[in-house]
């Protein structure tokens, strides 16, 4: 048999190449793509049921239909993800993910929600934003009207405007909420004997299966529990002992009986809070704590609770 001339063959490689390009988006559902990244070496998987354009002038894989972008242990999902890609050594590197439409961000302990997303590959970083915003980990719940940022080596998140954090009926609002999470597998582990507690049903922040172990509260803040409400400037509120720190034109009311300050240690867990006074200036005098307490029963002509702020 005559062998084939090198040009057909040249020609028909090329037309086997092309087809295979043609045919990529349509297996994209089983195949999807597998490429390095440059910061820790570990290679990103994309796939998506409606395919994947690939845009090789823009250096950029397009993937439509419940797409997913995989490394590691996290996962991006969206209707549409858009990875932008360089030529590293060894091979495409992906940089940055654009994520579009029902945006859902999962870890080993946490998940982050929105309707757009933009991550980060090479500083591990998500930015998250539009409607319904929400992290979730195993007990507690953060919202935010803003954005949400989520910071992937750190395990940190911000939760910017109106910034949400609930865990049963314990809750800290604020301007801008900042929580640390423990790495997954590093919280304590729960003791023995001791029931799962639902997360519906939680009885307070910083219980042992908790993954939040830290939340910085700025601006407006507010901490709310069945009985209690304190408001202050600044927060910290620290998970392992549920002690809420609150600092800046403090206020805790119960009902109509309000006490006013400069400085508040809350417990939550016992309901316990001490109000302290803080010199305006250094060596300046402190001003003293006040106190409005109503006879249950009677209505105070007049009185700081009567203008405060509701929970919101």
């Known amino acids: 048999m005559p062998a084939e001339p090198a040009g057909r063959r040249r020609r028909r490689a090329a037309g086997w190449l092309a087809a295979a390009l043609f045919v990529l988006p349509l297996c994209a559902r089983a195949a999807g793509l597998a490429l390095g990244a440059a910061a820790d070496q570990q290679p990103i998987t994309i796939s998506a049921a409606a395919g994947i354009e690939w845009r090789q002038n823009a250096k950029v894989y397009i993937a439509r239909g419940h797409a997913v972008a995989t490394r590691g242990t996290t996962r991006v999902e969206a209707d549409t993800l858009i990875a932008h890609y360089r030529q590293g050594k060894g091979g495409s590197e992906i940089y940055r993910v654009d994520a579009d439409g029902n945006v859902v961000i999962k870890g080993p302990a946490q998940t982050v929600t929105g309707d757009h997303a933009v991550y980060d590959a090479d500083q591990q970083i998500a930015v998250v934003t539009g409607k319904h915003l929400r992290l979730t980990t195993a007990r507690e719940v953060v919202t935010a009207r803003d954005s949400l940022e989520w910071y992937e080596q750190k395990q940190i998140a911000v939760a910017r405007g109106d910034a949400l954090a609930v865990r049963g009926d314990k809750r800290i609002r604020a301007d801008v909420l900042t929580a640390y999470l423990d790495k997954a597998g590093g919280a304590p582990a729960a003791g023995k004997g001791r029931a799962k507690e639902p997360q519906a049903t939680a009885a307070a922040f910083g219980a042992e299966a908790s993954r939040i ?97 509701h929970p919101r």
């Open 213 to 309: 172990r830290r939340i910085d509260a700025q601006g407006n803040v507010i901490v709310s529990t069945a009985t209690d409400v304190g408001r202050g400037d600044y927060g910290v509120y620290d998970a392992r002992t549920g002690i809420v720190t609150l600092l800046g034109h403090v206020t805790i009311t119960r009902g109509q009986d309000v006490v006013r300050g400069q400085y508040a240690v809350v417990d939550l867990n016992r309901n316990i809070s001490r109000i302290m006074s803080l010199p305006s200036r250094p060596g300046g005098k402190a001003r003293r704590v006040e106190g409005l307490f109503v006879r249950q029963g009677a209505t105070a002509a007049a009185g700081p609770a009567r203008g405060g702020r």
